[in-house]
């Protein structure tokens, strides 16, 4: 599988450190059909956020209030750990990453697919040392309800969790003892999907 840019920009910056009446017009028709449309995805959201509340665990974290901070690439102490800058391993390997849908369910489980997301890429590398994962996807959940599910999720699998605002992508990260990391990158575009992309290690 070919990886996106996007896809392959994350990978690099680890290895160098998302009704009317009467006969219907053209525009009462496409009105009508955009009401449609968005009560469907409206209700479509509502039963995704129903299933993510279920695999929380019946009840979601609030997600810390995001710290703005300078800079056009991935900030924090997490993307550290995962791209060797804070003595981890990972973004020595991040160059042989390789893709395909496989990898979506070689997540570590607190950072799986969010309920009704539509999968965009995934990849990972496994070898010594080396267990990085990267999962990429659109969601009609806004941002806040991505950062408080893989908040409340990573919380409960004992990393800790730091949340940035870096010219409008959300980052959210962290590391536990046990060597493992992660960071949740989120981007919402009016009138479009939400982008998540998640960079994380198999620790």
């Known amino acids: 599988m070919t990886a996106s840019i996007r896809f392959l920009s994350i990978a690099a910056s680890l290895a160098l450190l998302s009704a009317c009446g009467g006969p219907a017009s053209t525009d009462n028709l496409a009105d009508l059909d955009a009401k449609l449309t968005n009560g469907a995805d409206n209700a479509a959201a509502d039963a995704n956020a129903a ?14 209030a995001a710290k703005e901070v300078k800079g056009t690439g991935p900030q924090g102490d ?4 995962l791209s060797g800058k804070n003595g ?8 042989d990453v390789k893709t395909g849908p496989e990898w979506a369910d070689r997540m570590p489980a607190a950072f799986r697919l969010y309920p009704g997301a539509t ?3 995934a990849g990972g590398v496994d070898r010594e040392q080396c ?4 999962l990429s996807f659109t969601t009609a959940a806004g941002v806040d309800p991505i950062m408080d599910f893989y908040y409340t999720q ?16 959300h980052q959210l990260g962290g590391t536990r003892k046990d060597g493992g990391a992660y960071v949740v990158f989120a981007r919402a575009t009016d009138g479009k999907p939400t982008e998540v992309n998640i960079v994380a290690n198999a620790n």
């Open 88 to 95: 981890g391993k990972q973004g020595s390997c991040a160059k």
């Open 131 to 134: 267990t990085l994962r990267i």
């Open 119 to 121: 999968l965009a890429e």
């Open 78 to 81: 997490a993307l550290g750990s």
């Open 51 to 64: 299933i993510a509340l279920a695999a929380a665990g019946g009840t979601i974290e609030k997600a810390p």
């Open 154 to 169: 990573a919380k409960r699998a004992g990393y800790d969790a730091e949340h940035l605002l870096s010219q409008g992508e």
